[in-house]
């Protein structure tokens, strides 16, 4: 619990902005407002952010789909 925010953005927004990948929900309490942030199904390649050290540097996400019995393919 904070008394102040020493930052401009919302504990929201800069949870949203960082949580894009979660594996469970992120519930986020602020002002008597309460936000709950999900992972949306992101495809192979997806950008998830962009390198703040190289400006064409890019994270991206690297998955494959898996069946209950193991892999498939």
């Known amino acids: 619990m904070l008394d102040e925010w020493p930052s401009e953005k919302s504990l929201k927004d800069i949870a949203q902005y960082w949580c894009v ?6 519930v986020v309490k602020e002002g008597g407002e309460e936000t709950t ?9 997806t950008v998830l952010a962009h390198s703040r050290v190289d400006p064409e540097a890019r994270f ?6 898996i069946d209950r019995d193991g892999v498939e393919g």
């Open 60 to 65: 991206l996400l690297r998955a494959f789909d």
């Open 21 to 26: 990948a979660v594996e469970v929900p992120v």
């Open 37 to 45: 942030i999900r992972a949306e199904r992101l495809i192979d390649g």
